[in-house]
């Protein structure tokens, strides 16, 4: 609950290691999966480079969208646009806004605030590609971090080194709010000297001086979780690079990540979806829906994909 009473909305993010994973596309459909369970929905396009969620929907460039809320001091609940479905919103993007990089702190702080007061059961965000320290920091503040990922050689690349960024960002944040940060980067640069091989020894090597924070930190840490999605899969041996990539980031980062499910590849569907009309449309393909609503329903959960059917 917030502190008038009202219950807080709850927050996904939903970002890639680069652009091109289809992340728009899955967080599209999770939208329309939450909507369809009758919990109200605000889908915020905070992809500020790139901006295209009102085309999937057929909502037209409208009086409103993030440009009033920059530029013009619009509270974000006036620009909140309804779609064709009952219980969904978005909140349109704009190609004229600023890149996501040229946003000020002061600007990122006022967004993120007034994200946390739209009156919804569930925010999703959907966020620019890239590692940018905005893009970083948007994510952060999400109950549920999400990563898409296309099951290929250089997007899984791409998002090891994007979870690593955003762990090491988490990490700083932490050290400065105990006033830990000049002595951990002293740490870690002489981490060969020091015997210290890899975050968690960083941490164990700073208790002596600072018990009770270094126990704050470690049990912040321990809540930092991200829930991976899998895109355009075509067969059993792609699904297998979530469990994969979920064994890595605990090996050699020491994250806790949750493989959610997966999306089929559905060739039909690409052929035949027509975007001069609204994607909404066409949303009930079998094979796009039943995966999506899968991982949905793990995500809301909190549980780990455990298997399911394979693509034919």
Request: net charge negative; no cysteine.
């Given at each position: 609950m917030g502190n008038n009473g009202k219950k807080r909305c709850t927050i996904w993010a939903?970002?890639?290691g680069k652009g091109g994973t289809?992340?728009?596309f899955v967080i599209n459909n999770i939208a329309i999966q939450l909507a369809a369970r009758n919990l109200k929905t605000i889908l915020v396009d905070a992809d500020f480079g790139g901006p295209n969620v009102h085309t999937y929907f057929g909502v037209k460039p409208g009086p409103r969208s993030l440009t009033d809320f920059f530029e013009k001091n619009v509270p974000l609940k006036e620009v909140v646009t309804p779609t064709a479905l009952d219980h969904l919103h978005i909140i349109p993007g704009n190609v004229n806004c600023f890149a996501s990089e040229g946003m000020k702190h002061t600007q990122k702080s006022k967004f993120l605030r007034h994200v946390r007061t739209l009156e919804s059961d569930y925010v999703l965000l959907?966020?620019?590609g890239g590692v940018g320290v905005n893009t970083i920091d948007t994510f952060l503040v999400a109950d549920k971090m999400?990563?898409?990922?296309?099951?290929?050689?250089?997007?899984i690349e791409n998002l090891y080194h994007f979870i690593k960024n955003i762990y090491f960002r988490k990490l700083k944040t932490l050290l400065g709010l105990h006033g830990l940060r000049h002595i951990a980067h002293e740490k870690w640069?002489?981490?060969?000297t020091n015997r210290v091989q890899d975050i968690r020894g960083l941490i164990e090597s700073l208790r002596e001086q600072e018990p009770e924070a270094c126990l704050l930190i470690t049990e912040e840490l321990a809540r930092f979780r991200v829930y991976l999605v899998l895109n355009q899969v075509r067969n059993e041996k792609q699904i297998s690079i979530g469990f994969s990539l979920r064994s890595i980031c605990a090996k050699y980062l020491g994250i806790e990540t949750e493989f959610v499910g997966y999306v089929e590849h559905d060739a039909m569907f690409w052929q035949n979806i027509n975007l001069e009309h609204p994607y909404v449309h066409f949303w009930k393909s079998p094979r796009l829906t039943?995966?999506?609503g899968r991982l949905t329903d793990n995500l809301i959960e909190g549980r780990q994909f455990r298997g399911g059917r394979v693509p034919a």
């Open positions: 939903v970002a890639g289809g992340k728009t959907d966020l620019g999400i990563l898409v990922l296309a099951p290929e050689s250089t997007a640069k002489e981490r060969q039943d995966g999506i």
